[in-house]
Nanobody, 124 residues
Framework: QVQVVESGGGLVQAGGSLRLSCAASGRIFSINRIGWYRQAPGKERELVAT???????NYPDSVKGRFTISRDNAKNTIYLQMNSLKPEDTAVYYCNADLKLYSSDGVLMTRSYWGQGTQVTVSS
């Protein structure tokens, strides 16, 4: 069974740092684009960072220069280093992975998976 699991959330004071991890497990052939999204109460889910299979990264202006996404292909894991955190970074952070895997019929396909989310709370 394929799973995408986040970890590393918590409570931190403004200006502090946190590191999130997202691990994909199961019968995965490869991981294409993978990234982080977040959703604050009463707001829509928004992009935080993505990284391609080739290592190209993408960040919105709101986190550029403060957050860094990286991936360890050998471990099927990505990380989000968050520095200089602000109260407005408070949200549930979700990992989203485009996984290439074999179906039960042995057909190679690409499917998008979401993790269950991890809470990040930044106090002022």
């Amino acid at each position: 069974q394929v799973q995408v699991v986040e970890s590393g959330g918590g409570l931190v004071q403004a200006g502090g740092s946190l590191r999130l991890s997202c691990a994909a497990s199961g019968r995965i052939f490869s991981i294409n684009r993978i990234g982080w999204y977040r959703q604050a109460p009463g707001k829509e889910r928004e992009l935080v960072a993505t990284i391609s299979s080739g290592g190209s990264t993408n960040y919105p202006d709101s986190v550029k220069g403060r957050f860094t996404i990286s991936r360890d292909n050998a471990k099927n894991t990505i990380y989000l280093q968050m520095n200089s955190l602000k109260p407005e970074d408070t949200a549930v952070y979700y990992c989203n992975a485009d996984l290439k895997l074999y179906s039960s019929d042995g057909v190679l396909m690409t499917r998008s998976y979401w993790g269950q989310g991890t809470q990040v709370t930044v106090s002022s």
